[in-house]
């Protein structure tokens, strides 16, 4: 057992509670780490700010230390306060009992367990009373300021319904084609739908609110239309919609070539794994190269919608003028099947997990 601490530099006494943390950890028996958010703060947004920061950590400190699954103490106060910032216009997720970490790409392959959500924070503060431990009260948890803390003090005294962790629905499923594409019927839930766009975009943050209902609304009226939304263009021609990643967003954003370390697994855009088993290649987008890659290798890549295919990986040696498609000694995998079978909540149990060194 790894006990890992983030100390997110945000109060004086952070580096004691870091050191309180440890000697708990060893006392229990776990080898221990600490873990820091270190560099400037976010003048807004702090919390979610902190809140990715923590993740990033913790699933860069779980692949290190060869852990798929990550336990979280949350409880079923946390998931009250998370159902009423919700309600009140947050974004927050659905506090859920087994899901993937939304770290993204760090956190691929690795999953969340929080077996505590059906207690109370009174009843552990009892129990810990009574083996005569000792705790940390963060104060910035009485900050009202911070959103999580409004909806505590909302919510003091309060006793939060019963939990219920069965899978939420999501409407028809998406249907993975290909490496990086999915299809989508007319009928599609909006979680379903949200975890797809994500999943297609490579992206870290589902979409949520205004843009997405739009966008359920367009399917639902059996219009006929192109659009993109999280990074992930939507062709919906009659009963279903094709997702692909947009090729003009990598435009936008100006991707420069990947180099890859020997040995060494490279995400690419959030949505293939590379690796390569000598020096010298590196992943570029295809768009503004289809024309240098070879008769084959265009026919290739021609075989998928004309919309995505320069938002298609593609390979320079760096003694080479022209790129390809693959390279001897390199392997490629897209990371958009597994991610979205973990985002809707097809992998119930540890050794479902694909493994991240595959």
């Not at 956190?107 to 940390?136: K, S, Y």
């Not at 939990?163 to 409407?171: E, K, L, M, R």
């Not at 990598?250 to 697994?265: C, H, K, M, Q």
């Not at 392997?331 to 493994?355: C, K, P, W």
């Amino acid at each position: 057992m790894v006990a890992l601490t983030v100390d997110h530099r945000l109060n004086a006494d952070s580096g004691r509670w870091t050191d309180f943390a440890a000697g708990a950890a060893r006392n229990a028996g776990a080898d221990w780490r600490g873990l820091s958010w270190d560099g400037d703060k976010p003048a807004t947004g702090l919390t979610a700010a902190a809140r990715a920061a923590r993740h990033g950590l913790i699933a860069d400190a779980a692949r290190e230390a060869g852990a798929s699954v990550v336990l979280f103490a949350h409880t079923a106060d946390d998931i009250a306060e998370a159902d009423l910032m919700r309600s009140e216009g947050s974004t927050l997720g659905r506090v859920r009992e087994w899901s993937p970490s939304p770290a993204w790409p760090e956190g691929r392959g690795l999953m969340l367990l929080r077996p505590l959500l059906g207690e109370r924070r009174t009843g552990l503060r009892d129990w810990l009373a009574g083996q005569g431990a000792d705790w940390i009260e963060d104060p910035a948890n009485a900050d009202p300021r911070f959103g999580r803390s409004r909806a505590r003090q909302a919510l003091a005294g309060a006793t939060p319904q019963s939990v219920d962790q069965a899978p939420a629905q999501t409407g028809a499923r998406p249907t993975v084609e290909g490496e990086a594409m999915a299809h989508v019927d007319r009928d599609v839930g909006a979680r379903a739908l949200a975890a797809a766009l994500v999943c297609v975009g490579g992206g870290s943050t589902p979409p949520r609110g205004a843009r997405l209902d739009a966008l359920m609304a367009r399917l639902k009226a059996g219009e006929d239309f192109a659009a993109t939304l999280c990074g992930a263009r939507i062709e919906a021609v009659g009963a279903t919609a094709r997702l692909m990643r947009e090729a003009g967003e990598l435009r936008r954003r100006d991707i420069s070539p990947l180099a890859l370390t020997p040995g060494v697994e490279t995400v690419w855009d959030g949505r293939f794994v590379v690796c390569a088993d000598r020096p010298g290649w590196s992943v570029v987008p295809a768009r503004g190269r289809l024309a240098s890659l070879s008769d084959a290798d265009r026919a290739e890549i021609n075989r998928l919608p004309a919309a995505t295919r320069g938002a298609w990986p593609v390979l320079i040696r760096d003694d080479a003028v022209a790129p390809v498609l693959a390279g001897e000694g390199v392997e490629r995998r897209g990371l958009v099947a597994e991610r979205l079978r973990l985002a809707l909540d097809e992998t119930t149990h540890e050794d479902d997990l694909i493994s991240a060194t595959r």
